[in-house]
């Protein structure tokens, strides 16, 4: 790597570590409709969802502290100082970049922080929408106006626009259950990166995580669609994986297993063990974690139970010779079982 393009990285960091701070101080500090669903398309690109994650790691921080006299200073100082030349989150460490984020924050709430522009009243009313979230751990289920249900697993976001022609959905993270109501009029659509799944009265799951899209139909019937490409129809079972270039893998799933986490179930066929503990960790707080590189590769079958980490842990020994170690800072390591 040559130094341009290694400045360029550098450069592209911190700058998505300032709007990281930016998007943090306005959610904290009350959003819309359009402006959540912006903050969701700017989350979609890796840096900027590991810029913004650093900044809720280092909020989470600063929760811990007992620094009010510091807080104030900083904030003083932020409060002073032109919003451009404020220091880089990405070059702060420890536990005065979380105060400087919360003297950010005060800045933002205060004066408002645009990205790119300044923030002044709306004009005209918010485009119509609902905007709907499940935080870590927790299922949500949704019935829209038309009739549909939704149902998000853990850690997901789904933007919802009911027009009169269409209804339009897009996914922006996790995974969601749409149960569609019948209406051959408006066909119902859920973009999730470069693809959108049509539907006019079906049962089908998407998952987005990291660059790639699950497509799963469980029920009826569904066309996979991409701009300058012939739409890709679905049966029930079959399962479709792409990205933003190109289609990965189709192939056919039962149904049963694919959808059990919305009865609180993960169930697994030979799935290698880290795979297991990912999904697990989509519900566990704290996070499961193996304590030897070695396991993750074992393969694992069975039904758990969605729980909190402790039962899942104990669940998980069952099935496999593990022992489970509370750690200090909470988390839950698994280790090959003494003599097992």
Known sequence: MNMESTTRQDRDGDRAAQEAERWFARLRAGTGFAERAAFERWREHPAHARAYAEVERLWSELGKLSAEEELRRWSAQAL?????????????????????????????????????????????????????????????????????????????????????????????????????????????????????????????????????????????????????DEALRLAPGDQLVYDERSIRNRRHV???????????????????????????????????RLGDARLASTPISGTLRVGDSASMALALSALLPLQAQPQGDGTILLTPKVGG
Do not use: C
Request: aromatic share 4%; glycine share 10%; no cysteine.
């Open 80 to 228: 002073a100082a032109d919003a451009r030349k404020r220091p880089r989150l990405a070059r702060r460490s420890g536990w005065r970049a979380g105060i400087a984020l919360a003297a950010t924050m005060l800045v933002a709430i205060g004066v408002g922080i645009g990205l790119g522009s300044t923030r002044g009243p709306r004009s005209g009313p918010e485009p119509a929408g609902e905007w709907f979230e499940s935080e870590g751990g927790q299922l949500r289920s949704v019935v829209l106006a038309d009739g549909s249900k939704l149902t998000l697993n853990a850690g997901s976001a789904v933007e919802v626009r009911l027009g009169a022609r269409e209804r339009h959905l897009r996914l922006s993270r996790g995974e969601a259950l749409f149960e569609v109501a019948h209406d051959a009029r408006r066909p119902f659509v859920v973009e999730a990166g470069a693809r959108a799944v049509r539907a006019l009265g079906t049962r089908f799951q998407v998952r987005r995580e990291s660059e790639a899209v699950t497509v799963t139909l469980l029920q009826g019937s569904v066309a996979v669609e991409h701009e300058g």
């Open 254 to 288: 039962d149904p049963d297993i694919a959808s059990s986490w919305t009865r609180g179930r993960l169930i697994f066929r030979s799935t290698p063990l880290a795979e297991a503990l990912a999904e697990m960790n989509r519900y566990a707080n704290p996070p499961l």
